[in-house]
Structures are given as C-alpha cells and as structure tokens.
C-alpha cells in the first residue's frame, strides 16, 4: 500500500523571503515512480506456476472458463519427495495440464490411434487405477484429479510397473469433458467414490446431476459404460435417479437397480475401510445407447 501524503495549501500566502520566521524551504518532492520504473517487479501470478518445475499447474484453466460451483476442493497436501520427482521426471511424458485451450487427440496421447480410452474423474492415490491398467493393458486409461500427491503417485506406480496405458490429467474434469474431448471419442466413463457433499445445502456441488451426465453423453462412444460408485447411500439414491432418468443411457441391470461390484473395479483401501465401517457401497452400470 503507497503511503497517503498530506497535501500543501496552494491558497497560503508566500513568506516574506529573508524573514527570520521563515521556515527552511521543504526539499522538493519526487513523484513515486510508475509502474514501468518500479524497482521492484510486479508480483507474480502463482495460481498459473508449477508447484514442480515441469510438472502440474496450480490452476490449469486460470480465468479461461467462468468460474461456477465446483464438485471438488483443489488438494494439494503433503508430497512425499519419491511423489515430487515423479511429477518433475515424468508430467512431461504422461500427464496434461487441463487448461480448456484446445481439443486432445487420444490416439496421438497415448501412441495408439485404436486404443479404447476410458476417462476416470478422481483416483485418490492411483492404487485402483494401477491395478486396472496393469489388468487391461489393451485399455487407455485417462485419469483426472486435482490432488497433487495422488497424481505423483499414480505416475510413480506407472513408471515401476510399465504402465504405458495411464495418462494423467490435472484439473476441471467438466473443462476436459467439454472443452478438451472430441464427441464420441471415449470408450468409457468411471466415477468412483465422489465426494458425497453430505450437507443438504451443498448438494448442488455433487458431480453427479442431470446436466454432467447430458455432457457426458457427448463423448461417450455407442455401447460405452458409465460406472460410478458410491458408500454413500443418499448420493447413491441421486445417482440412479439422474442416470435412470437420462435418456441417452440404459441400465445393465434387468431390474433397474444397483450392480453387483465387477471384478475388474478393484477394492480400494478407502473401500475397506468404509466396509469395516458398515458402510453399503452400491455400484451403478450404465450402457451409453446407441441413439
């Protein structure tokens, strides 16, 4: 903050020069400098600047897109230094920034113009999405989340397990859907664990609603699977309100109700712990129809 200067009186009368009241004339001011003069620089925008040199954006998308209600909170927590150079060695190589600037060309992504590619929205620390990439190695798997250590744990388990099949992005899944996917061009769709926003007043923040799942429908191939799951029982409720209710998806379920756990979606620590708890976890499968 510039300090606020009292200013002179330019209606006071001159003193009488020589006067031995005269006061000792005031050394003349210099204005402040101006921006383009200031010896200090302007401050940096840091939302825009790797945490790790090379690696994620602390806000990929910055003022690109409208500011909205988000379904998560940007984590970034603890990086363990094998996490931390995982970001610095490999982002270049297998992780994206979603910055909402352009479309992404899956085939050339992954190295694979014919690689089914399957969009996960939050993987927590990677363990699951590992397990099924190791699981289905003729599967892409596209990742998206915001927590930083979660993101160099995933490209840690990648590297050590040669996984070439996991890419990592970082930031708004909706941008990425929406602005970053060509339509149709992915093979399938994995919500596990959102955050259930408990709170009735903060229900408008759950990732699953009516408009994500029209978006959704957009980029999703013919035959494509949208699977969440959820051990919150309310969020589970919503969730098969608004697929069942979306006419561009049909449940796999002949009765219309929840799915059995499939074997190829991993039980998850956070899962066990939440089973030990009593906790209900409901899994919901859904085709993307063919019109």
Excluded at 50 to 67: C, K, M, Q, T
Aim: include cysteine; glycine fraction near 8%.
């Amino acid at each position: 903050m510039s300090e606020n200067h009292t200013a002179e009186n330019p209606t006071a009368e001159a003193p009488t020069t020589g006067s031995p009241t005269t006061p000792a004339p005031r050394p003349e001011r210099t204005p402040p400098p101006s921006p383009s003069q200031s010896p200090h620089p302007p401050p940096r925008d840091r939302r825009a600047e790797p945490v790790f040199p090379g690696g994620p954006l602390a806000d990929p998308a910055g003022s690109h897109h409208e500011r909205r209600i988000r379904s998560f909170r940007p984590r970034r927590g603890r990086v363990t230094l094998g996490q931390g150079e995982a970001l610095r060695r490999l982002w270049g190589q297998w992780g994206l920034d979603i910055d909402g600037l352009s479309r992404i060309d899956l085939g050339e992504l992954f190295g694979d113009p014919d690689l089914p590619v399957v969009l996960e929205i939050g993987f927590g620390m990677g363990e699951a999405t590992a397990q099924m990439a190791a699981a289905d190695p003729d599967t892409g798997i596209l990742a998206a989340d915001v927590h930083t250590p979660g993101q160099g744990n995933l490209l840690a388990l990648a590297e050590r397990k040669n996984l070439s099949n996991i890419r990592v992005a970082n930031g708004d899944a909706i941008i990425l859907l929406r602005e970053m996917l060509e339509p149709a061009s992915v093979a399938g769709l994995r919500v596990y664990f959102p955050d259930p926003w408990p709170k009735k007043r903060h229900h408008k923040r759950r990732l699953i609603q009516p408009e994500f799942i029209a978006l959704a429908a957009t980029r999703l191939r013919p035959g494509a699977l949208l699977h969440c799951a959820t051990d919150w029982e309310p969020y589970a409720e919503q969730m098969l309100e608004v697929l069942t209710a979306d006419p561009h998806f049909e449940n796999t379920q002949p009765d219309g109700g929840y799915s059995p756990r499939p074997a190829f979606r991993p039980l998850t620590k956070f899962e066990g712990q939440g089973l030990e708890k009593g906790h209900i976890v409901h899994d919901l499968i859904f085709r993307r129809s063919e019109t």
